[in-house]
């Protein structure tokens, strides 16, 4: 109940292109949905974040679709470029009960010239 | 603004000895962090909660008496890494909830000789 499932493991994009990754979750308590972005050997970076009231938020070129009533998310990078390149994790919580982030397995993305 | 930050930013240690790593909330207090490690190409592990004034909570399978974790204030939490092993080399992040966001610190890499 606790996991959040994660697709795909890697991804590679022309640049330019929409680059798109899934996630699914079973816990219904799960009301904070954050995507990070990591480069290697750094710690993840806050890319965007929703709330289960809304089933869109885009923030530039990144956006997050919700859909309450399948369980799932995604996180869509428009216009993908060589510097977006990097692993890329979405996450879950029950910001009510215990706060602590389920992440996903991570998708590797990597844009190409 | 509010950032997380670890120190040291890489440590080698000799096999048997142990090692403490710092977790520093920037203009912001954390009466909650979390500690996660991560193994190369591999999702972020949460191995304890650290809550300030009184006892982490470890996840199930992590030693508490290897893992040794002090959340003495509000911007300060500890992560010592007791007679540590070549298994214990990875790489080691923590967490902190500002508001409804989590931060995450840039990484300790830890090295186990």
């Known amino acids: 109940q606790q996991q959040v499932k994660q697709s795909p493991q890697s991804l590679i994009v022309q640049k330019g292109g929409i680059s798109i990754i899934n996630c699914a979750y079973e816990?219904?308590?799960?009301?904070?949905f954050p995507w990070y972005q990591q480069f290697p050997g750094k710690g993840p970076a806050l890319l965007i974040a929703?709330?289960?009231?809304?089933s869109e938020k885009k923030e530039g070129r990144f956006t997050i679709s919700f859909n309450k009533s399948a369980k799932q998310f995604s996180l869509h990078i428009m216009d993908s470029q060589p510097g977006d390149s990097a692993t890329y994790f979405c996450a879950a919580s029950n910001t009510g009960g215990g706060n602590k982030l389920t992440f996903g397995t991570g998708t590797q993305l990597k844009v190409e010239l | 603004g509010a950032v997380v930050s670890q120190h040291p930013s890489r440590v080698i240690c000799k096999s048997g000895t142990s090692v403490k790593i710092e977790c520093r909330s920037l203009d912001f207090q954390a009466t909650t962090m979390f500690w996660y490690r991560q193994f190369p190409k591999q999702s972020l592990m949460l191995m304890a909660t650290?809550?300030?004034?009184?006892?982490?909570?470890?996840e199930q399978g992590v030693e508490k008496d290897k893992f040794l974790i002090n959340h003495a204030s509000l911007t300060l939490s500890t992560l010592t890494v007791t007679s540590a092993h070549p298994e214990d080399s990875s790489f080691y992040i923590c967490?902190?909830?500002?508001?409804?966001?989590?931060?995450f610190g840039p990484g300790t890499r830890l090295t186990v000789t």
């Open positions: 929703i709330r289960p009231d809304v």
């Open positions: 816990n219904t308590a799960f009301d904070y």
């Open positions: 967490s902190a909830r500002w508001g409804q966001r989590y931060l």
């Open positions: 650290s809550n300030e004034g009184s006892k982490a909570t470890y």
